[in-house]
């Protein structure tokens, strides 16, 4: 459960516009492709940028942009190490990791469905091949 969401005393997101706002924003945050993958990614600890980047398979100005908006966002921290070459790190915060829980229960199904969803696909584009 959110902290302080549905709490007797909390106005239902329906009946108050300026909570739809909010909730949208948070979730174009934190349920785009990037934000969800980075976050798979630091669940299993911290990784430095080139890490992060070859891992996911991402354009390193993509890769910037997405960290500036999940550290924004607290979701992510971000460590520089002044050193040479310098050194910078990122991992999830408090607020990341539980982030991270529904994020790992969605790929596990998504992997657990690919087979169904590929079943389904397979079958729709049949269905409308054959009616073009």
């Known amino acids: ?6 709490k007797e005393t909390a106005v239902h997101p329906a009946q108050d516009p300026s909570q739809c706002q909010r909730i949208k924003e948070v979730l ?3 349920g785009d492709r990037w934000s969800v993958m980075i976050v798979i990614a630091l669940d299993g600890g911290t ?3 080139n890490e992060l980047k070859r ?3 991402i354009t390193q100005r993509m890769l910037s942009l997405t960290l500036k908006e ?5 979701l992510i921290s971000r460590t520089y190490h002044p050193t040479i070459p310098p050194k910078v790190e ?4 408090p607020l990341g990791k539980s982030f991270s829980e529904p994020v790992r229960s ?4 998504a992997i657990d469905n690919l087979p169904n969803i590929d079943a389904c696909r397979q079958r729709y584009d049949a269905a409308t091949e054959t009616s073009d």
């Not at 990122?90 to 915060?93: D, G, R």
């Not at 969605?106 to 199904?109: A, E």
């Open 1 to 6: 459960m959110i902290p302080g969401y549905m």
């Open 28 to 30: 174009a945050r934190v």
């Open 47 to 49: 990784m430095r940028f």
């Open 55 to 57: 891992h996911l398979g």
């Open 70 to 74: 999940l550290e924004r966002d607290g």
């Open 90 to 93: 990122y991992a999830l915060t």
């Open 106 to 109: 969605m790929g596990k199904w």
